[in-house]
T-cell receptor, first 116, second 117 residues
């Protein structure tokens, strides 16, 4: 088990372009979370999945953002028509939840997005 | 209202000394969990320690201990015998357990710790 993997580690894109990030959680974890972290702030919750079902989306997740977790394994986060305000670190985390008991959270190293 | 408050902007500690990083929280949920994470410059969030709201004893993990004062709603992290590798951002986070099936973490703004040789 190699932990939570995120790809790419860094992404520089021009304003208006679309970008997609990938997260591979720990294989036996059934929950997957996306967070956004801007400079000097703590991570902010964006959305989470229970297996393949997206159960909650933050108001931070505008219509330009979409996340999927097909087959309940890896997840993708897409940002359409990027804006400079989207520049941030995007963190993915996974956890195992059994009958509402959560067995810890494991974070990936994040994808740092810079919109120029 | 801010749920996790970390007001220390930056902390400095001499190598081998102990340091306390403050965290206060706000919740009306009787069942919750408190976490501390370390984030070095590489960006990864590294789990340090966990305290459940019903835990009778303060959590300890190696050089890390959590000073949990439930009535004051504080969960301060104590790092003993600081090492140069402890220099990083430290985040306090909370998970409220009674809000249905949601298990998201709410983070504070973090504290920068610098260890001096």
């Amino acid at each position: 088990d190699t932990g939570v993997s995120q790809d790419p580690r860094h992404k520089i894109t021009k304003r208006g372009q679309n970008v997609t990030f990938r997260c591979d959680p720990i294989s036996e974890h059934n929950r997957l979370y996306w967070y956004r972290q801007t400079l000097g702030q703590g991570p902010e919750f964006l959305t989470y999945f229970q297996n393949e079902a997206q159960l909650e989306k933050s108001r931070l997740l505008s219509d330009r953002f979409s996340a999927e977790r097909p087959k309940g394994s890896f997840s993708t986060l897409e940002i359409q028509r990027t804006e400079q305000g989207d520049s941030a670190m995007y963190l993915c985390a996974s956890s195992l939840v059994v009958t509402r008991q959560i067995y810890g959270y494991t974070f990936g190293s994040g994808t740092r997005l810079t919109v120029v | 209202a801010q749920k996790i408050t970390q007001t220390q902007p930056g902390m400095f500690v001499q190598e081998k000394e102990a340091v306390t990083l403050d965290c206060t929280y706000d919740t009306s949920d009787p069942s919750y969990g408190l976490f501390w994470y370390k984030q070095p410059s590489s960006g990864e969030m590294i789990f340090l320690i966990y305290q459940g709201s019903y835990d009778q004893q303060n959590a300890t993990e190696g050089r890390y201990s959590l000073n949990f004062q439930k009535a004051r709603k504080s969960a301060n992290l104590v790092i003993s015998a600081s090492q140069l590798g402890d220099s990083a951002m430290y985040f306090c986070a909370m998970r409220e357990a009674s809000l249905g099936a949601n298990s998201k973490l709410t983070f504070g703004k973090g504290i920068t710790l610098s260890v001096r040789p």
